[in-house]
C-alpha cells in the first residue's frame, strides 16, 4: 500500500488529512472529500 499513497493528497471538508491520520479518519454524511494523486510531466 506504501507504494500507492506516495503522491496522494487527501482533503476532506476543504482541510487535508495527514497520511498518519488516514487509519482514523471517519467519513460523516455529506463530507466532501478530494483525492488528488500527483504526476509527473513536461
Do not use: F, K, S, T
Not at 496522494?8 to 460523516?28: F, K, L, T
Amino acid at each position: 500500500m506504501q507504494a500507492l499513497e506516495q503522491g496522494v493528497a487527501v482533503e476532506r471538508n476543504g482541510q487535508i488529512v495527514r497520511r498518519q491520520d488516514w487509519p482514523y479518519c471517519v467519513m460523516e454524511p455529506n463530507d466532501v472529500i478530494e483525492v488528488v494523486r500527483l504526476v509527473g510531466g513536461g
